[in-house]
């Protein structure tokens, strides 16, 4: 079992491509931003907080790219479902809160198949969109 190797869904240079494209995008807009990727199992591959972004958004920005994963959607789907007239409210309760219900978050998609994710988070949920979509064109 020795010589066994895990697969790797994202690799690291597409990790930082994708940063790199999402950080462009937030120094345009003048908004500093926590930015994650996450593999196709929603574990951290790289993170980067931007001079002045948020602390507290580093987990969110991580959250949002985990809960793309772990729903198999962009995070903005979720946000009114879980509203208290929702169909799933409670869920961003789920998971031991990791769970996070609005906008930044989205998957990776190579051929069809969803590899990893970007989690965006500091600025406004629509700034936060913004930028995961920036991150996203250029995978």
């Known amino acids: 079992m020795a010589d066994a190797k895990t697969a790797e869904t994202i690799s690291l240079e597409d990790a930082k491509r994708v940063i790199e494209a999402a950080e462009k995008k937030a120094t345009e807009i003048g908004q500093p931003m926590d930015i994650a990727v996450t593999d196709a199992g929603g574990n951290l591959k790289s993170h980067v907080r931007m001079d002045g972004a948020f602390v507290g958004s580093i987990t969110i920005s991580i959250n949002k790219a985990y809960t793309a994963i772990a729903f198999q959607q962009e ?8 509203r208290p007239d929702g169909p799933i409210y ?29 989690g965006v988070s500091t600025g406004t949920v629509e700034q936060d969109q913004e930028v995961a979509e920036a991150g996203v064109a250029a995978f």
């Open 75 to 82: 995070t903005k789907n979720l946000q009114e479902p879980t």
């Open 90 to 118: 409670g869920l961003s309760d789920a998971h031991g809160g990791r769970l996070v219900v609005f906008p930044g978050g989205i998957p990776l998609v190579r051929d069809g198949v969803i590899v990893g994710a970007i």
